[in-house]
């Protein structure tokens, strides 16, 4: 995956992370995966013994599953799971998180990766925002981005986040597309809430749009016929 740096404020920087998954509204089923969890042996990711063994197939199905395929490539069968917490909220396999849980940056255990923890490139993304690709950038003891929560648009449904983890670091101050090694990740959905628009304004200097669904006229004249006929129903059996 390749990112382009560039050292300018927030809302100039998350508008050049390069993105090659188109903008859709996904919502991993986290009952399947749990079942799926429960038949293998796998309860929950904090099972060591079995996470070691097992937590990268699973990684790589929950990809999949939540469109992260095409964008992630061949890569994605070597990808390891990353531990990752907002607060006391564990962020496994596609795990949904409010905002308000999301408002301060997440703290990731790299053990399973192996090495030094300052030779590691994290990044928070999401290829659904039209306001903000890239949430988040430390490379070593250098934040490159500061960090801005989640902000899923009022009325568009669950976001996809990808926290992502490469091997190596980007030198502070270049601007040219740098491609590190992809070595492991972690993904979770979030969908609208009051904070979202505190977020908007305060870190990217933009308005909270609010979406909503147009239904057609012939639509909108069923369903108040239907609520006229309910209601009329409803007045006739309070004297029964």
């Not at 995966?33 to 990268?56: D, F, M, T, V, Y």
């Not at 564990?90 to 703290?107: R, S």
Request: glycine content about 8%; overall charge neutral.
């Amino acid at each position: 995956m390749a990112l382009r740096r560039c050292i300018t404020p927030a809302r100039s920087c998350c508008t050049r992370f390069l993105s090659n998954t188109p903008t859709s509204d996904h919502l991993v089923n986290l009952e399947d995966i749990h079942k799926e969890w429960k038949n293998s042996g796998l309860q929950h990711p904090r099972a060591p013994a079995r996470l070691k063994s097992h937590g990268a197939m699973f990684l790589e199905r929950s990809l999949v599953h939540a469109g992260f395929g095409k964008q992630l490539g061949d890569k994605i069968n070597r990808l390891k799971p990353v531990e990752v917490t907002f607060g006391d909220k564990l962020v496994d396999f596609g795990t949904i998180i409010t905002p308000t849980q999301a408002l301060q940056p997440p703290k990731l255990d790299l053990t399973s990766l192996g090495g030094d923890g300052n030779n590691y490139t994290v990044t928070m993304t999401t290829p659904d925002s039209p306001d903000c690709r890239l949430h988040w950038c430390v490379s070593g003891d250098a934040t490159l981005q500061p960090y801005i929560p989640p902000t899923p648009l009022r009325g568009t449904g669950f976001y996809r986040y990808l926290i992502s983890v490469y091997q190596g670091t980007i030198n502070e101050g270049e601007e040219e597309v740098i491609s590190l090694p992809l070595v492991g990740c972690v993904h979770f959905q979030c969908s609208w809430d009051g904070s979202v628009g505190r977020t908007l304004a305060r870190d990217l200097g933009v308005d909270e749009k609010v979406y909503v669904v147009q239904r057609s006229k012939k639509i909108e004249e069923d369903a108040a016929e239907r609520l006229f006929k309910r209601r009329e129903w409803e007045m006739k059996t309070e004297f029964m």
